[in-house]
């Protein structure tokens, strides 16, 4: 069965520092990868999604950047992190070529920005 | 554009009691329709999924939903709360694209 696994849970770092977030799957080859931002008490926020190795696509223009290095990993960075920044990161899954199927969510990592 | 609308943004339910949580799309076709649960601090979880075929589908954990094509809705049901179901709810609609648009969440509490 498939897996997805996001780390670190939670994270606390200082306005202007770096991030990477990772997130890994298992059980499939070759997913639509996703990554969202959760705002407290708000509905999820579509920030990249992949298809493919390299491939990344840009929802919101930001700080934030997203690198898919191999077929079941994608990373979340900064370079420098703004206040803004803070909320609950979830990375999602769904199989290639199935866009009529769900997504499958990780378990999300809280990042507090101080 | 395209766009899915839950009024509701929480809901009380006494334990026991029944549950409808409603979800409105925008779409000139009929999308893949889904809801999903997120309990504090975790991810989301299926609940269900419809199609196409039989307009009431069942889900896990005692929940089903209805589409309603002339009224553009899916509206997420269980016939008796349980104080486990506390959480947000999350309606979703693809339209047949890469990307699926999530509601704003309805907060269920669940009160004994």
Do not use: M
């Given at each position: 069965s498939q897996?997805?696994?996001?780390w670190p849970?939670?994270?606390?770092?200082?306005?202007?520092?770096?991030?990477?977030l990772?997130?890994t799957?298992?059980?499939?080859?070759?997913?639509?990868l996703?990554?969202y931002r959760q705002?407290?008490g708000r509905?999820?926020?579509?920030l990249?999604y992949?298809?493919?190795?390299?491939q990344?696509?840009s929802?919101?223009?930001?700080?934030?950047?997203?690198s898919?290095?191999q077929d079941r990993q994608?990373i979340?960075?900064s370079?420098k992190?703004l206040?803004?920044d803070?909320g609950?990161?979830?990375c999602?899954?769904?199989?290639?070529?199935?866009?009529?199927?769900?997504?499958?969510f990780?378990?999300?990592t809280r990042?507090?920005?101080? | 554009?395209?766009?899915v609308?839950?009024?509701?943004?929480?809901?009380t339910?006494?334990?026991?009691?029944s549950l409808e949580?409603?979800?409105?799309?925008?779409?000139g076709?009929t999308?893949?329709l889904f809801?999903?649960?997120?309990?504090p601090?975790?991810g989301?979880?299926l609940?269900?999924k419809y199609f196409s075929?039989?307009?009431?589908?069942q889900?896990i954990k005692?929940?089903?939903?209805e589409f309603?094509?002339?009224q553009?809705?899916?509206?997420?049901?269980?016939?008796?709360?349980?104080?486990?179901?506390?959480a947000?709810?999350f309606?979703?609609?693809n339209t047949g694209?890469?990307k699926?648009?999530?509601?704003?969440?309805?907060?269920l509490?669940?009160?004994?």
């Amino acid at each position: 069965s498939q897996t997805i696994h996001q780390w670190p849970a939670t994270l606390v770092q200082p306005v202007g520092s770096p991030l990477s977030l990772e997130c890994t799957v298992e059980g499939t080859s070759n997913p639509n990868l996703y990554w969202y931002r959760q705002a407290a008490g708000r509905g999820l926020q579509l920030l990249f999604y992949s298809v493919g190795i390299g491939q990344i696509s840009s929802e919101v223009p930001q700080n934030l950047s997203a690198s898919r290095p191999q077929d079941r990993q994608f990373i979340l960075s900064s370079k420098k992190l703004l206040l803004s920044d803070s909320g609950f990161y979830l990375c999602a899954w769904q199989l290639q070529g199935a866009i009529n199927q769900p997504q499958h969510f990780g378990d999300g990592t809280r990042l507090s920005i101080l | 554009a395209q766009s899915v609308t839950q009024p509701d943004i929480h809901i009380t339910v006494s334990e026991g009691a029944s549950l409808e949580l409603r979800c409105n799309y925008s779409y000139g076709a009929t999308p893949y329709l889904f809801w999903y649960v997120q309990s504090p601090g975790q991810g989301l979880q299926l609940l269900l999924k419809y199609f196409s075929g039989d307009t009431l589908v069942q889900g896990i954990k005692g929940f089903e939903a209805e589409f309603k094509r002339s009224q553009s809705s899916f509206n997420l049901r269980k016939p008796s709360v349980h104080w486990s179901d506390a959480a947000e709810y999350f309606c979703a609609v693809n339209t047949g694209g890469f990307k699926t648009i999530f509601g704003a969440g309805t907060r269920l509490f669940v009160k004994a």
